[in-house]
């Protein structure tokens, strides 16, 4: 297995997510590279000390439940997003980055995206980012 399909995914138990069969092996567990991107980035913030687990399934929880109250359709393809969001919040409300500090990278990796050759990896350049 892969580590896009769960390899080295583990569950609460300590027991690998693929081995529990919760993931099956024709089914990747992202659908995006930057599913999994937001996925790991979560995973090292939390092992760096910024959030408890618990703090992260109430952030994770609230995002989830906004998107109900706004009349969002769970189509299946929204849960990275909800989880993107809620990474965000907690990095807001933790201190580790400013809202809108969050808002200006977005941006410049928009820019960074607009200007790349499809295909080529996307670089992040001081110019990127808007004055």
Do not use: C
Not at 20 to 32: C, H, K, S, V
Not at 48 to 73: H, M, N, S, V
Not at 102 to 128: M, N, S, V, Y
Request: aromatic share 8%; no cysteine.
């Amino acid at each position: 297995m892969t580590a896009a399909n769960g390899e080295g995914v583990t569950a609460a138990n300590g027991e690998g997510v693929a081995a529990q069969g919760l993931l099956r092996d024709d089914t990747p567990a992202f659908r995006e590279p930057w599913e999994a991107h937001a996925f790991a980035l979560a995973v090292k913030l939390h092992e760096r000390g910024l959030f408890t687990w618990r703090e992260w399934a109430d952030a994770l929880a609230e995002q989830i439940a906004a998107a109900k109250a706004r009349g969002e359709a769970d189509r299946g393809d929204t849960y990275y997003h909800h989880w993107l969001a809620a990474l965000e919040a907690l990095v807001a409300k933790k201190g580790a980055a400013s809202l809108a500090e969050l808002q200006r990278t977005a941006l410049a990796w928009d820019h960074a995206a607009d200007r790349t050759p499809h295909g080529q990896p996307i670089e992040l350049k001081p110019e990127d980012f808007p004055s």
